[in-house]
């Protein structure tokens, strides 16, 4: 079956580093790739996306870029903040004849020391 | 635009008792779909529903159930439960509509149901 995996955490980094977060997939056709974020005692909010292949989804200077190539959507910022503190995931959307359903990877924890 | 809601935001129950957990999606999206987060297991995806019927079911045993009103509020229950449901419960929605080539489609989560059963 379809699968998604992230690199393991948890990321720890000092206030304005780059960050990379990996994430390769295991799909048959062509997924949309999702990724997001979790803060401390909240659901999940979507941070970016791309819905084909060299698909740039970009957010509050988060970017990823749908590879088919590496089947990668790895997970950049150039300078990250405290407030970037936080779960990531990545996810790809697996749709069976209509019917949607997520799949996650594992989860990163993010640490950002200011 | 309201978010969607999930009710209670915490549940304590006992071994053995039913739990019965609600979400209320944006309003005119149609379908809803439930997941169960654990440290362990991660984000595993219970349920989905669109127009009152269930559409795609994860690998969950039966004592898990949910169903969706008319007004496309959900509704999920577990029968039974056992220590291993402690868990954050999270509903989302989205606007997908039947069509197979629709991608444009996102899920909006809620914040969660923490269940701990005890």
């Known amino acids: 079956g379809n699968s998604v995996t992230q690199m393991e955490g948890p990321v720890t980094l000092s206030e304005e580093a780059f960050l990379t977060i990996n994430c390769t997939y295991t799909a048959t056709g062509y997924p949309s790739l999702f990724w997001y974020v979790q803060y401390p005692g909240e659901g999940l909010q979507l941070l970016l996306k791309a819905t084909k292949a060299d698909d740039k989804g970009s957010n509050k200077g988060f970017e990823a870029t749908y590879r088919k190539e590496t089947t990668s959507f790895h997970l950049e910022k150039g300078s990250v903040q405290v407030s970037d503190s936080a779960v990531y995931f990545c996810a790809l959307n697996e749709d069976r004849g209509g019917a949607q359903k997520l799949v996650f990877g594992q989860g990163t924890r993010l640490t950002i020391n200011p | 635009k309201a978010g969607v809601t999930q009710t209670p935001r915490y549940l304590i129950k006992t071994r053995g008792q039913q739990v019965t957990l609600s979400c209320s999606p944006i309003?005119?999206?149609?379908?809803v779909s439930w997941y169960q987060q654990t440290p362990g297991q991660g984000l595993q995806f219970l349920f989905e529903?669109?127009?009152?019927?269930?559409?795609n079911k994860g690998n969950f045993p039966g004592r898990f159930s949910g169903r969706q009103f008319s007004n496309s509020r959900s509704e999920m229950n577990v029968s039974t439960l056992e220590l291993g449901d402690s868990a954050l419960y999270l509903c989302a929605s989205s606007s997908q509509r039947k069509l197979l080539w629709d991608m444009n489609t996102e899920a909006f989560f809620g914040q969660g149901t923490r269940l701990t059963v005890v």
């Open positions: 529903y669109f127009s009152e019927t269930q559409r």
């Open positions: 309003s005119g999206h149609r379908s």
